[in-house]
């Protein structure tokens, strides 16, 4: 049977094995889709006090390099970790625009260890059933 060590990784347990982390030119990118939270947002204050529900979809460029070596969430970006940001913002957070809801999140996941890149949508979906036009907004940071 094949270990760790036989692909060039080192041993998980004794660190047996090479001991540098594999080379990759491409970005490594983490996705979360589809994450939902009701929050208080929106331009008028009845808007606000009303709330809605509110979706974000996450791609987070990271170094996962030691990572893939050492199979530990700790040498990673921890998906926990970035949909507690969003939850916060969108849950707790009180914001006008979409615009600024989603500078806001890319702001607090780029405080992250080993985040280098963060790419969301917010999206407001229809408020009403008939409805099926929903808004979004788009940002890239820090490019």
Request: glycine share 8%; net charge negative.
């Amino acid at each position: 049977m094949l270990g760790q060590a036989d692909y060039g990784w080192p041993d998980r347990e004794t660190g047996a094995g090479p001991a540098a982390e594999p080379a990759h030119p491409q970005p490594d990118l983490l996705h979360l889709h589809g994450l939902r939270f009701f929050g208080h947002h929106g331009v008028s204050a009845a808007e606000r006090r009303a709330g809605g529900e509110f979706a974000v979809d996450l791609e987070v460029e990271a170094d996962t390099a030691r990572a893939m070596v050492t199979d530990d969430v700790a040498d990673t970006v921890n998906y926990v970790d970035l949909y507690g940001v969003v939850r916060t913002i969108v849950e707790e957070g009180e914001f006008h625009l979409l615009e600024a809801m989603a500078s806001r999140i890319a702001e607090e996941l780029l405080k992250l260890p080993r985040v280098k890149r963060v790419h969301l949508r917010v999206t407001k979906p229809p408020r009403l059933p008939a409805q099926d036009i929903g808004f979004a907004v788009e940002i890239v940071r820090p490019d």
